[in-house]
């Protein structure tokens, strides 16, 4: 059994948590320490569990509470050795851990797959959390799905997953031009269509929840996302990630 939750979902920060009865992991860690805590022990998630953080690049909606979290709870920070020296100085964990492209990272019971993106980052990664035979994956601040992203969310039971963008509110919208052709871009973010497409075509018969992620405040709603999931909800339970407070906490197994 294992239990997930969006800490928190969007350009304003993230951090998403996988634990079981007695380890846990979080994703990202894109708000502040005091946050992450609070949020956590809202949901009553214990974070004298959290073994280990795996970033999955730079950008300081990702990384900014890692630092001080890493200090505070003495624990591991993981990322690539590329997303480190891309990384604002102040923002850089004091003694990270780097992984390779294709490396499997054990921590604890879990397994770790870092999986390699398309986004406007030195080098960045979405990851797969294996623990016996459950597959949870994190797949946000995706430009395009490569096929390696595809194969691994293949595998999950549960996802959270990009759905950053309505195609008619981007292009609309208030975004100078060269913004909305950076979030459209291969290197930007999914849309709900594209999103649409991963689950529709690329999800396997065990996928049990799927939270929609990184949800844009001003290109999309998480009505619209939803909506545009609608002929999915027969095959898995769909939620959202809320922007500016933790998910409900999820069992999976």
Known sequence: ?????????????????????????LIDAGISTKQILLRMQERGLDA???????????????????RVFGKRLQVPIYMSAKTFDGAYKNLRPYSPRFFNHEENIPIDDFTVYPVSKSHDA???YSFRIKYNNLNIGVFTDIGEACEQVKDHISYCHALFLESNYDEKMLWEGAYPYFLKQRVASNV???SNDQAFELLDQHTNGNLECVFLSHISKDNNT?????????????????????????SEVVKIG
């Open 1 to 25: 059994m294992l239990e997930i939750c969006a800490i928190a979902s969007g350009s304003n920060g993230n951090c998403y948590y996988i634990g079981n009865e007695t380890s846990a992991i």
């Open 48 to 66: 004298s569990k959290v073994k280990a953080v795996f970033i999955t690049h730079e950008h300081s909606d990702h990384l900014r509470g890692a």
């Open 122 to 124: 030195a080098d960045p």
């Open 188 to 190: 930007g973010h999914l």
């Open 222 to 246: 998480p009505g619209k996302a939803l909506a545009r999931m609608e002929s999915l909800k027969t095959r898995f339970d769909l939620k959202i990630a809320p922007r500016y407070e933790a």
